[in-house]
């Protein structure tokens, strides 16, 4: 009963938290729209609706850009579990997108082995350069969040560098790289949309990081460590060890989200600034209260919302940069610890009081039997 209402508690939590966010998104709607009806019409039913009729096409592009920020959701997701506020996964996103690229144009493969070469060397890039800070972290006691943070802007100046000076094609008018063979392209799923088949291994990815977690004694062990760190080194615990392995994955899994996104919905590499997808992966994480089952129903979320503000701004005059705010205020109000603190507090007294009620009833019938 307890932990059930401490559950609903959370969940209650979670939509007063979002509900707060919609509403200061609406005020400042009625600021900057010319018409705040047809802005809300685009945030909050235009994704799904237009004109009457499902939009089909919209439905699959919010299917799409849930891919990579499921993937960057998970490797939040772990890395938290562990306690660990690594926000490296940008950079790891977009070094592998720029690893799987680099093979997708100068190493030619067959159809289909092509591919899967390509989001592995992706995902292993993004998994040892997440080594650094976890490193750091364990061997010199520095801040990971401090380390990864710094680190993501080395990636993009250090990518930006070899896309400008060595791998661009001076052909086009833009800074991009020479196209990707179509070897190396991930199919879609749907032809004319921008859903590929990536989609189907982030949910693959959803079930292998669930069943990691509560399913295997390395998964019990970085929660464990997210828990209760002293505690877990005091009963054996490689500590050290464990944490380094949370990072390493959380690259790994980011690294795969950044390619599988390249291969997928892209020609060439024309990524010039950090993509965005690692900040908004721990908005998602926090959404999904670190459950990675979680994860891509908060993907869902945050890829409508994002959906939303898209048509606002096309249609409605409204910034695109809404979702940011959206998403700010939402991150704002789970990360505040005294949110709703007296709800909590209520509930767990009533708890104790029940608890210390049924002690007393059994104790009182222990007593009449003797």
């Given at each position: 009963m307890?932990?059930?209402?401490q ?11 979002i ?14 729209a ?8 685009c ?25 990579p920020i ?18 490296g ?15 997708g ?23 040892l ?97 997210g828990?209760n760190?002293?505690?877990s ?94 998403q700010a205020v ?40 003797a």
């Open positions: 307890e932990n059930k209402r559950s609903m508690f959370e969940i209650f939590r979670g939509f007063i938290a509900a707060i966010a919609i509403f200061v998104a609406f005020i400042l709607i009625l600021i900057c010319d018409d705040p009806g047809k802005a809300l019409e945030l909050l039913i235009r994704p799904l609706i237009s004109n009457g009729a499902l939009n089909v096409k919209s439905i699959f592009t919010i299917l799409a850009r849930m891919t499921i993937f960057t959701g998970l490797a939040v997701c772990v890395m938290f579990s562990a306690n660990q506020f690594n926000l996964g940008e950079g790891a996103v977009m070094l592998g997108g720029f690893i799987a690229a680099l093979i144009i100068y190493v030619p493969m067959a159809t289909g082995l092509h591919v899967v070469v390509a989001v592995i060397a992706g995902t292993i890039v993004g998994g350069v997440m080594i650094i800070p976890a490193v750091i972290k364990v061997k010199l006691k520095a801040s990971e969040m401090v380390c990864s943070l710094m680190m993501n802007y080395v990636i993009m100046f250090t990518i930006l560098h070899f896309l400008n000076n060595v791998f661009a094609d001076r052909s086009k008018g833009a800074t991009q790289s020479y196209p990707f063979l179509e070897t190396s392209l991930i199919p879609k799923m749907v032809p004319g949309t921008e859903l590929s088949w990536g989609f189907v291994a982030a949910i693959v990815a959803t079930i292998l990081v669930a069943f990691f977690m509560y399913r295997t004694r390395w998964g019990y062990s970085i929660r464990m460590i828990i760190e002293s505690f080194k005091y009963s054996g615990m490689k500590v050290g060890g464990i944490i380094i392995l949370s990072q390493v994955i959380g690259g790994m899994l980011s690294g795969m989200g950044g390619a599988i996104e390249m291969m997928g919905r892209y020609n060439t590499f024309l990524w010039k600034d950090l993509p965005g997808y690692g900040w908004t992966g721990i908005t998602v994480a926090i959404l999904a209260k670190n459950n990675p089952i979680m994860i891509p129903f908060a993907a869902l979320f945050i890829s409508y919302l994002n959906r939303g503000c898209e048509l606002m701004s096309i249609y409605a005059g409204v910034p695109a940069e809404m979702i940011d705010i959206i939402i991150f704002l109000f789970f990360a505040a610890e005294h949110f709703l603190s007296g709800t909590r507090q209520k509930i767990v007294v009533k708890d104790a009081k029940e608890e210390l009620h049924k002690k007393e009833l059994a104790t009182a019938g222990e007593g009449g039997n």
